[in-house]
């Protein structure tokens, strides 16, 4: 049968003869497993990616979960771990040496920086940050000891977006490593493989999961590079995803486009909504028309999702943060991509003690719009400006 997406999120990978003809896959709850003879050890010590040896390695209800990703995305092969900041982490780690050079977007996801400028440089890797809507920026940042360029397209705060098959032709060209953090789109809105980025990740805490209640990260790409990341960090650093997790993974795939489709239209709902405003200075979400990058969103992106964020008139931090408190249906909430909706003021995060203020504006609000019936948000939402408005 055809990889349609029907056919992944309910079909592939289960084999259903193997385990008592139940329709839900079984949780292989084990750590070990037995070989038959000592023939058949030996082969699978040689691969343990592919065999059923031990469960840091592979494991059958794991190996369900992997196939489906990485068919959803257009690749060879996935790997899934404990969470999406392992999976970054794993990725870039495999594909570098001590004194190579990293090039990443500027703001990417907050851990993704932290990897770059925290934890990599005291293993003499650097990194540098550029503006990712410039193709004439990426390219100047490139040295000959850059291995790997690190996309986040859109981003889950601003959403700049970069041109996927420019970013991953200027790479080849200087045999140049790509990955991507996917978790904006999911697979069902971006598939960067098919313009020819190496490695896509995600982490599966968001869209993929979807119910707010597993922590996961996935990478999607070749046999080869799927077997570096194995050999060269899976197996020596052990971020598995356990079977239990990967079972509500798989049950919250099942969904996906359900939930997705939903969220995308109820998030443009409210987008039209705020854009008239009087409160709403602008509205940042690459499904926008306005939005400063909607060609090149249209050409990559079938669609754009629930998260998007707006820059208020008021800039008074208390004011900001009353604001947020005062919503009734959205939770304050970091995170997204579950049933829940959320709103996440930047304001929250100035006037920290000890901390620098954020690099994204006071008066930017970060909303995810969950599974709730959008006209009940948009009154909510109203309320809360309408006040404002009126200060
Ligand atoms: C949440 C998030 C991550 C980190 O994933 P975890 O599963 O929390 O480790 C990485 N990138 C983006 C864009 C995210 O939103």
């Given at each position: 049968m055809s990889h349609d997406l029907s056919h992944i999120l309910n079909h592939l990978g289960e084999d259903r003869e193997l385990y008592f003809n139940a329709v839900s896959p079984p949780i292989i709850q084990t750590s070990n497993f037995v070989l038959p003879s000592i023939d058949a050890l030996r082969e699978a010590m040689q691969d343990e990616l592919r065999h059923h040896l031990y469960s840091r390695g592979n494991n059958p209800t794991v190996e369900i979960l992997r196939k489906k990703l990485a068919a959803l995305e257009h690749t060879e092969d996935a790997l899934v771990f404990s969470s999406g900041a392992g999976a970054m982490t794993s990725a870039v780690v495999s594909l570098i040496e001590q004194g190579d050079h990293v090039i990443c977007v500027r703001n990417p996801y907050s851990w993704t920086k932290h990897l770059l400028t925290q934890f990599l440089p005291r293993f003499g890797v650097t990194a540098t940050f550029v503006d990712g809507t410039s193709m004439e920026a990426i390219e100047q940042a490139i040295r000959p000891e850059t291995k790997v360029l690190f996309l986040e397209s859109p981003n889950s705060m601003t959403f700049e977006l970069q041109d996927l098959s420019a970013c991953a032709e200027l790479a080849r060209r200087h045999g140049i490593f790509t990955c991507i953090d996917n978790t904006y789109s999911s697979p069902l809105y971006q598939n960067p493989a098919d313009f020819g980025i190496d490695l896509v990740l995600h982490t599966g805490t968001k869209y993929l999961n979807g119910h707010s209640d597993v922590v996961a990260g996935v990478i999607c790409g070749s046999h080869a590079l799927i077997r570096r990341i194995f050999n060269r960090v899976y197996m020596v650093w052990g971020p598995l995803l356990g079977p239990s997790d990967a079972a509500l993974m798989i049950r919250g795939l099942r969904t996906l486009p359900l939930r997705l489709s939903r969220s995308d239209s109820s998030a443009r709902i409210l987008v039209e909504r705020l854009k008239n405003h009087p409160a709403v200075e602008g509205v940042l979400y690459p499904g926008d028309d306005d939005f400063p990058q909607a060609e090149l969103a249209k050409k990559q992106m079938r669609g754009a999702g629930g998260l998007f964020s707006i820059l208020l008139r008021e800039r008074d931090r208390r004011a900001l943060c009353s604001f947020a408190e005062s919503l009734e249906r959205f939770l304050i909430a970091v995170s997204w991509g579950g049933h829940e909706s959320l709103v996440m003021p930047?304001?929250?995060?100035?006037?920290?003690?000890g901390k620098p203020d954020p690099d994204h504006p006071i008066n930017l609000v970060r909303f995810y719009i969950g599974l709730e019936d959008p006209d009940l948000l948009w009154e909510d939402i109203r309320k809360g400006l309408d006040k404002l408005y009126q200060r």
């Open positions: 930047m304001a929250a995060f100035y006037d920290m003690p």
